[in-house]
Nanobody, 123 residues
Framework: QVQLVASGGGLVQAGGSLRLSCVAS????????MAWFRQAPGKERDFVAS????????YYTDSVKGRFTISRDNAKNTVYLQMNSLKPEDTAVYYC????????????????WGQGTQVTVSS
């Protein structure tokens, strides 16, 4: 199994940037992919972006395309989410996730989760 620790959240003004990090430990060599999800108060957990661990194939939800970039550093077992041009509607707790089988934009598919990091964007 794999353990995930997310960090990098904070308070930022609209238009600003943040970079989230998620460090994986444990059985990382056989991971298929990692992803970021987010959950705003009173709402469901939504897919943000994912990346395959070997090929580096990236997928994004439409609302963040052109603003967010997911990347990975296999040597550091770390996935990043660079978030630019942040909007108040990006405010949420951001969670990283990992899985050994596939990358799909459905939270229930993912077997392993980090603890979440709060991102707050003020207007």
């Amino acid at each position: 199994q794999v353990q995930l620790v997310a960090s990098g959240g904070g308070l930022v003004q609209a238009g600003g940037s943040l970079r989230l990090s998620c460090v994986a430990s444990g059985r990382t060599s056989s991971m298929y992919g990692m992803a970021w999800f987010r959950q705003a108060p009173g709402k469901e957990r939504d897919f943000v972006a994912s990346i395959t661990w070997r090929g580096g194939n990236k997928y994004y939800t439409d609302s963040v395309k052109g603003r967010f970039t997911i990347s990975r550093d296999n040597a550091k077992n770390t996935v990043y989410l660079q978030m630019n041009s942040l909007k108040p509607e990006d405010t949420a707790v951001y969670y990283c996730a990992a899985d050994y089988t596939a990358v799909v934009p459905i939270p229930t598919h993912w077997g392993y989760w980090g603890q979440g990091t709060q991102v707050t964007v003020s207007s």
